[in-house]
């Protein structure tokens, strides 16, 4: 943990660096303009002084060459900002390729994490060094927001959506985890921490931790305890679509829409089933809602993903890098 | 110029003849009155926080009280101090006198909104004194309306009511500003503060309904489950966000926009020297307004908004920066070769100056979509609205009731205790708010009732700077309110300034002119008269 008082957080992550290269420039430009203005003042003020009771100003009603020279100076460097703000955004939320991915589910007041592996967590992340790490997030109860500091990356974790944040841990240590979405009475209690692991060390921990069995078990035993394969049958006899091959592929809706079926659509598909039927099926499917936590649908998303050649978790349970897949219908949605 | 014995304060006495009256200097004076009184009210809450965070652990007051504390902050100052403050106060009382008008256009729609301000502040009192609210000032779903457990619907009352105030004096002085000039005022001659308040109403008008009827779904879907918002009701939360800071961010414009006003003013009048780039100053005003009702999505950035909209809200947000990067490089300019004074107002505008030019591009951290992910609900944030929230607004509503209070009261203050008091508030000020950027880089999330010990320190600093703070704005009250009884009468133009209110008494009488007054130049035009009585002295 750092000193008693520093000024200037850790950098841990591959995206820290960029985040603080944006904010040095900002701070250079703020206070060039502050010293500027208040030097202006200080020397207008002292050399302009008022010399004696009637004494007036010099009447000048302004100069279009300066108004022109202030307004495009400025609309320059703001337009140069917004331009590396805009590149550091999408660095920090396209997801590269094999990304390992873990799961999120934020309450009042905790974070619980599930691995591919199957080790859980709560208020603790473990990961390792040297490896892009996505996590995917959902909300039981209201808005809650995901930070590390030290990563310098943050998402908000939304009821009834997903939402994505990745990182690259570059040094082993413990780094804060906060909620930064006001959340209610303990929001400040919310807090826990990440720990960024050699590469070694995690798959030790991995190893030494219990496993529940991985999100695609667990899905596929709740894929039968919920009775889904009674209508979602292997062939396409079922009263419902058939699941193989579904995720990451284009879905004809009824209405003539299409969507692509990613871990949103399977969601709204379980709890709100009528939203979105797809084309040439009866809405017949009952709603779920209420029935699946937040965690037992992220195990059924993760089973359906299983049933698909494109949507195999990448990095289940281990700590080397996978093959780079195509995974571009994930990174497009909100 | 003497003033006649009969004036807008001594002409009716008794409570009826001010709770009744019709006259905008009168319902000045009493947004002045309530509008302190919830200023002290706020700044209360505002001292539990800072006392709070003196350490790490939760040990002045337990969770849910911290969180009814910022909430109630928040929602006291926002709502019913910085939107009315220099509107409803200095904007009455000079809006009539500086276009040469006898009143607003609609005097008893002036009273009305007072009554509609005072309504909307007791339903907030009711909801702080029957166990608060703890939603945050920006009530956000779906804790808002399904989770919290607090007196949420009371407040949103209180904020509905309270906004009608705010459309009905935009309102009032949109009409007034167009109909209401007296002969040779034209759009041009009219003076800066005027220009400034033409823009904030415009935004108080447009704007208003939609926190309105926004506040309005939040009670809805907490007391009759209609699924707006709510997830579990097949609401969207992100929506409420969007219809929020919709109304929210261009209120922000509503409480600067009129203390640039006053800065304009005060500038010229101790630089004894007209506006340079009249027209930008103006104009941009009014971009301010526009642009700034464009840019609300610049708070959605990490709440998963489509990464397109946001370059548009991100562009957007860098653009309103230019107009108010123009007004301060003007302001400026103003006072070369100016006869400069470095009265008490003149030294609150220049606080201004410093403090809202840090305020702004601090501003530009938090547009950089980049940037603005890891300090976006951090300390970062809370220390850059401050800036321009604390060290515009405020920095310019006690800058403007420096220079105009002699006009308002017909008494001059002690000028040494304000000078001292407006150091101490500048000092305050930055002690208070400055390691407050340094925190939220750090990365200290805000609203957090404890925190980790590392963060200590720069709390420690901030609530030493909140302390005499404190001290800078309690100065202000007592010797304003000294210069009431025992301050020397003060002539018409105590400052040598330019313009319509200063060429009547002060105290001025209760139909500002005997005779509508028939304009020939803009304000603050010093040269012509003086050159002709001393050539070759500037």
Redesign the interface.
């Known amino acids: 943990?750092?000193?008693?008082?520093?000024?200037?957080?850790q950098q841990a992550s591959a995206q820290a660096g960029?985040?603080d290269a944006?904010?040095f420039f900002?701070v250079a430009?703020?206070a060039f303009?502050?010293l500027l203005?208040?030097g202006?003042?200080v020397f207008?003020?002292v050399r302009?002084?008022?010399?004696h009771?009637?004494?007036?100003?010099?009447?000048?009603?302004?100069?279009l060459a300066?108004?022109l020279l202030?307004?495009f100076v400025?609309?320059v460097i703001?337009?140069g900002?917004?331009g590396?703000?805009?590149?550091?955004?999408?660095?920090?939320?396209r997801v590269p390729a094999g990304a390992m991915e873990i799961f999120v589910v934020g309450k009042?007041w905790m974070w619980k994490v599930q691995h591919m592996g199957g080790q859980r967590e709560i208020n603790e992340l473990h990961v390792p060094i040297g490896r892009p790490v996505k996590l995917i997030m959902g909300s039981e109860?209201?808005?809650h927001?995901f930070?590390i500091?030290?990563f310098?990356?943050?998402?908000?974790v939304?009821?009834?959506?997903y939402?994505t944040l990745w990182f690259e841990a570059t040094k082993p240590g413990t780094y804060?985890l906060?909620?930064?979405?006001?959340?209610?009475?303990?929001?400040?209690?919310m807090?826990g921490s990440v720990v960024a692991m050699e590469p070694a060390q995690y798959q030790a921990w991995l190893d030494g931790g219990p496993a529940d069995g991985t999100p695609v078990d667990a899905g596929a035993k709740l894929f039968q305890d919920l009775a889904c394969h009674t209508c979602h049958q292997q062939d396409s006899q079922g009263r419902g679509p058939v699941l193989t091959n579904l995720f990451g592929s284009q879905v004809q809706l009824q209405g003539g829409r299409t969507v692509v079926a990613d871990e949103a659509y399977i969601r709204e598909s379980i709890v709100?089933p009528q939203a979105m039927v797809k084309a040439g099926f009866q809405p017949l499917m009952p709603t779920f809602?209420g029935l699946v936590t937040e965690e037992q649908l992220l195990q059924l998303i993760s089973y359906v993903r299983s049933l698909s050649d494109a949507g195999a978790a990448p990095g289940a349970g281990t700590a080397a890098p996978t093959q780079p897949q195509d995974r571009s219908t994930l990174e497009n949605k909100? | 110029m003497e003033a006649p014995a009969l004036n807008y304060l001594n002409n009716g006495h008794g409570a009826a003849s001010w709770l009744l009256t019709k006259d905008h200097k009168r319902i000045a004076l009493l947004y002045l009155a309530s509008i302190t009184a919830f200023f002290a009210l706020g700044g209360f809450f505002a001292m539990m926080i800072r006392l709070e965070l003196l350490t790490p652990a939760?040990d002045v007051t337990s969770?849910?009280m911290y969180?009814r504390m910022f909430t109630m902050h928040g929602v006291v100052m926002v709502f019913f101090f910085l939107i009315p403050s220099i509107p409803a106060v200095l904007g009455n009382f000079l809006i009539p006198i500086m276009i040469g008008a006898k009143d607003l256009a609609f005097p008893r729609i002036n009273l009305l909104s007072w009554y509609i301000y005072v309504l909307g502040g007791l339903f907030t009192l009711v909801a702080a004194l029957s166990g608060g609210v703890?939603?945050?000032w920006?009530f956000?779903t779906?804790?808002s309306t399904?989770?919290?457990n607090s007196h949420v619907i009371t407040a949103a009352v209180g904020i509905f009511i309270t906004g009608f105030s705010s459309i009905l004096t935009g309102l009032n002085f949109i009409v007034t500003i167009h109909r209401m000039r007296a002969p040779g005022m034209t759009w041009f001659r009219l003076p800066l503060f005027v220009w400034a308040h033409y823009a904030t109403s415009l935004i108080m008008i447009l704007g208003t309904p939609v926190i309105a009827i926004t506040i309005l779904m939040v009670a809805a879907e907490r007391a009759l489950h209609l699924g707006i918002f709510d997830?579990?009701l097949?609401g969207?939360?992100?929506l409420f966000q969007h219809l929020f800071w919709f109304y929210s961010h261009p209120a922000v414009y509503i409480m600067i926009l009129p203390a640039m006003g006053v800065i304009s003013e005060v500038v010229q009048a101790f630089?004894?020297?007209?506006i340079?780039?009249?027209s930008?100053i103006a104009f941009s005003s009014l971009a301010i307004a526009v642009i700034g009702f464009l840019v609300w999505g610049h708070h959605l950035?990490?709440?998963?908004?489509?990464?397109y909209a946001?370059?548009v809200f991100?562009?957007l947000s860098?653009?309103v920066?230019?107009p108010s990067?123009?007004k301060?490089?003007?302001w400026?300019?103003t006072?070369?070769?100016?006869?400069?004074?470095?009265d008490s107002p003149m030294l609150y505008a220049?606080g201004f100056?410093?403090l809202f030019?840090?305020g702004g591009?601090?501003g530009?951290?938090l547009?950089?979509?980049?940037?603005?992910?890891?300090v976006?609900?951090?300390y970062f944030v809370v220390a850059h609205f401050h800036y321009i929230m604390v060290g515009g607004a405020i920095m310019g509503y006690l800058g403007g009731l420096h220079y105009w209070w002699p006009k308002i009261s017909g008494r001059l203050y002690s000028e040494p205790w304000a000078k001292l008091s407006a150091v101490i508030v500048f000092v305050g000020f930055n002690l208070t708010f400055f390691p407050q950027f340094?925190a939220g880089?750090?990365?200290m999330?805000?609203?957090?009732?404890?925190?980790?010990?590392?963060f200590?320190?720069l709390n420690v600093l901030s609530s030493a700077g909140a302390s005499v703070l404190a001290v800078g704005y309690v100065l202000p009250l007592i010797y304003l309110t000294y210069s009431i009884f025992a301050g020397a009468k003060s002539p018409a133009d105590p400052w040598?300034a330019k313009g319509l209110e200063w060429e009547i008494p002060s105290p001025p009488p209760t139909e500002n002119f005997g005779i509508t007054p028939i304009v020939t130049h803009g304000t603050h035009?010093?040269?012509p008269r003086?050159e002709k009585k001393?050539v070759g002295?500037?």
């Open positions: 943990m750092p000193t008693n008082f520093p000024l200037f957080p960029q985040v944006i904010y900002m430009v703020t303009f502050a203005i208040a202006l003042i207008f003020s302009f002084r008022r010399r009771r009637d004494e007036i100003g010099v009447p000048i009603h302004g100069s300066l108004e202030w307004t400025p609309f703001a337009m900002m917004f590396w703000g805009a590149k550091v955004f999408f660095d920090l939320y009042q109860d209201v808005i927001s930070y500091p030290a310098r990356v943050k998402a908000d939304i009821p009834g959506r939402n804060h906060f909620c930064a979405e006001y959340c209610g009475t303990k929001h400040s209690g807090i709100n809602q909100r | 939760g969770p849910e969180n703890d939603t945050g920006t956000y779906p804790y399904a989770a919290a997830p579990a097949g969207d939360p992100v630089s004894r020297k007209n340079f780039g009249y930008f950035f990490v709440a998963g908004q489509s990464t946001g370059l991100s562009v860098f653009m920066a230019v990067a123009i301060v490089f003007n400026t300019a006072i070369y070769k100016g006869s400069v004074s470095l220049f100056l410093g030019t840090i591009l601090t530009l951290f547009g950089a979509m980049g940037l603005d992910i890891h976006h609900d951090t340094i880089y750090i990365g999330p805000r609203r957090y009732h404890v925190y980790p010990p590392e200590q320190v040598g035009q010093y040269a003086i001393e002295v500037v």
